[in-house]
């Protein structure tokens, strides 16, 4: 009876061990996983553009930023947006064909290819913006798997949450001219456009930009996004 009794205090034992272990790898994911853009997705929200800065890095390696990129333009004096806060707008990415649907009134205005999550995974379900930023710094990654980025003036942001998807996990729609390669999955969890088609995307979702940094409120809500598919392999 004794040696059935420590035989099972062993099993207990090697139980109650492996579901600490379990516990502890989970912690260090959940940790490592916070915020899609890590060091930095959200400490800074003023929106305005780094403009002495000219140089950026991307999976390790320096990209330039464009000249353009690192001007602040006063948005709210922009009498060229075409944002209307009265028509029905929506957002729909499909990861499956690498492809983001702007719709209003249920008719499609634009169509673009994205990249969305290849080093780390896109969400999916339905979201809404919560705070638009003209220009932001985006950092995160690890050096020695060679993910690492740190890209100043990341253009034309719109932060999304929902789905249990909290804000402070730093998912984005946002421009991205490190690379040319929209189509594939080329981002760590947040959807890539190309920066013309960035600011197209701005101007048009709602909230209306009112300056470097603008903030959704009772008001003035932000734009739902429903995101949905699997993203191809690579």
Known sequence: MVLVVKKYKNYIFLGVAVLFSGFLFWTYNQR?????????????LSGKAEENEKIGYFM???????????????????????STT???????????QQKLYAKENGITIYEFLISSGKWGRTPTGEFTTWIKLQSTRMKGGNPDLGTYYNLPNVPYTMYFYGSGIPKSRGYGIHGAYWHNNFGHPMSHGCINVSPENAKILYDWANPPATGYSTKVDSKNPGTPITIYGVAPPE
């Open 32 to 44: 490592g996983a916070e915020c899609a853009n890590k060091d930095s997705c959200i400490k800074d």
């Open 60 to 82: 390790g390696k320096k990209v330039s930023v464009p000249a353009e990129l690192a001007q602040n333009t006063d948005v709210s004096k922009n009498v060229l947006g075409d």
């Open 86 to 96: 009265g028509a029905d707008k929506h957002i729909y990415i499909d990861l499956t």
